[in-house]
């Protein structure tokens, strides 16, 4: 934990000790998401040899499965698949709010966010002078704080490794610096670094004036953390992947053990009498004669045949399926969305089905999106005041939707239900939303729409009234 800007001295190591194991982990959880499994879970084998001796004579090769990229994803998907709803009471605030959302491409930025709150637990956002959002990568992310309370920033600090000179193989340092008490500007500074990657410390100062500030112009400062899961006496977030490590690495293992044993006996043996073999002169072998005929003289006499292999693999495959049930409940992800195999194809649940099987991903996601709300409020305050329109945070309502797919049968039922039967939707506008049709389309399809109507009662001929009878 880093508690003043010391570090930064002359003849400091970087990073600093202290963030060691945090970059390794973001490092291993980057690897992992990029399918790059190889370099994380080499190590992570190792346990098994214990029981089972070199690894590499059981398994004879790796089976990935990527479930930690896929909880990344659903989980993004299910918080900001779709765009929250987000408003103002005033027209002229609204359409600026509006505005930003489309020129800063917001919902990207928020998904890019959210994937990395996921593998990394913790994801910054940035608002720049210019109306822009940024979203940076925790690795170049290294907080000052107060040691007497981990929840407040002293400063924001933001510092990554750049090559001086290719050919003399010198690295420098930039820094930026960010004083949550001062928005109004930031400190940049600039480092020779010494030594090779992984072992740099910090030579000189190469700021040609000991203090580089340069103006944000912000009554905010532009430096937003959301967090996956924060206790008290954490700094940094829980990212999702650390509880799921060790079952996916077993069930990693558990798959290709069962792989390599189905390879090893896809060729099955043959068995049969002696005179269906014959003497191959070249090969010096004797070998066995395809599309021949052995006679059997009795049913004592053994026939050709293949022998039949019975591999008791049920323990195996019943240790995959708890390891996978355990990811399910662990992950909090469940079996809907990850994927049941189980299943039966083709049968779709109903909305509110589909949403009670899914309460803990959607749970999930809620407590996901909650953490996003006051930094994104802020943020559009921020922006919006780039462009001399005033906001406040309570002014802005920001409702986020599930990511679920509508169900329109049950959205036509309750509808039904709290109109007493009533019509809610006009026909142009039903005819418009379910053809997908212009406004011209539409009208001209009325038109035909009435002439059909006018040619089918034209024909029919009115009861008469009880009057005409007698007259």
């Known amino acids: 934990m880093l508690t003043d800007l010391s570090w930064l001295d002359i003849g400091k190591p970087f990073p600093p000790p202290c963030a060691l194991h ?5 490092k291993e959880n980057k690897e992992i998401f990029e399918d790059n499994y190889e370099s994380v879970y080499r190590e992570q084998w190792k346990r098994i040899e214990r029981v089972i001796g070199n690894i590499n004579d059981v398994v004879g090769y790796a089976v990935i499965a990527n479930y930690q990229k896929l909880m990344s994803i659903k989980t993004a998907d299910l918080a900001i698949g779709e765009m929250p709803n987000i408003t103002v009471s005033d027209d002229a605030k609204q359409k ?17 966010s959210a994937l990395d709150l996921s593998r ?6 940035m608002a ?7 979203v940076v ?7 000052v704080v107060d040691q007497f309370n981990v929840r407040r920033f002293l400063y924001h600090v933001f510092a990554f490794i750049y090559l001086i000179d290719t050919n003399k193989k010198t690295y420098g340092l930039k820094v930026q610096i960010h004083k949550p008490s001062e928005p109004s500007e930031c400190e940049e500074r600039l480092y020779e670094l010494q030594g090779l990657p992984g072992s740099f410390k910090i030579k000189k100062d190469l700021t040609k004036h000991k203090a580089m500030k340069i103006q944000t112009n912000l009554d905010t400062c532009p430096v937003f953390r959301v967090s996956n899961m924060l206790t008290s006496d954490r700094l940094f977030g829980i990212d999702d992947y650390r509880s799921v490590d060790s079952l996916v690495s077993e069930l990693m293992v558990r798959i290709s053990q069962v792989s390599k044993v189905l390879d090893k006996f896809s060729h099955p043996a043959l068995t049969g009498p002696s005179t269906a073999l ?4 070249v090969t010096q072998q004797y070998e066995l004669k395809f599309s021949s005929y052995f006679t059997r003289d009795t049913t004592d006499s053994p026939e050709v045949k293949a022998v039949v292999w019975d591999a008791s693999l049920d323990a195996n495959f019943k240790q995959i399926e708890l390891i996978i049930n355990q990811l399910y409940a662990i992950s909090e992800m469940g079996s809907v969305l990850l994927g049941d195999i189980s299943n039966t194809a083709g049968q779709v ?12 991903p959607l749970a999930k996601a809620k407590r996901l999106v909650n953490r996003y709300t006051n930094p994104l409020k802020h943020i559009l305050c921020v922006l919006a005041k780039s462009r001399d329109v005033e906001i406040i945070p309570s002014d802005i309502t920001i409702t986020w939707n599930d990511g679920l797919p509508d169900d329109p049968t049950e959205e036509a039922e309750i509808a039904n239900l709290r109109t007493g039967g009533k019509a809610t939707l006009s026909q142009y506008t039903a005819i418009q939303r379910l053809d997908k049709m212009s406004s011209g389309d539409v009208d001209a399809e009325l038109s035909m ?6 040619e089918n009662t034209a024909g029919s001929v009115p009861p008469l009234e009880q009057e005409d009878v007698y007259e």
């Open 22 to 26: 945090r970059l390794e982990r973001y």
């Open 96 to 112: 600026v709010i509006d505005d930003l959302i489309i020129d800063t491409d917001l919902q990207n930025c928020l998904y890019m």
């Open 120 to 125: 990394y637990g913790d994801s910054i956002l």
């Open 128 to 134: 720049t002078a210019d109306g822009k959002v940024d």
């Open 137 to 143: 990568s925790p690795a170049l992310w290294y907080p």
């Open 278 to 281: 014959s003497w191959n002169e």
């Open 349 to 360: 649940a109903s909305g509110t089905a589909l949403r009670r099987l899914m309460m803990s």
């Open 449 to 454: 729409i009435r002439a059909d109507e006018l």
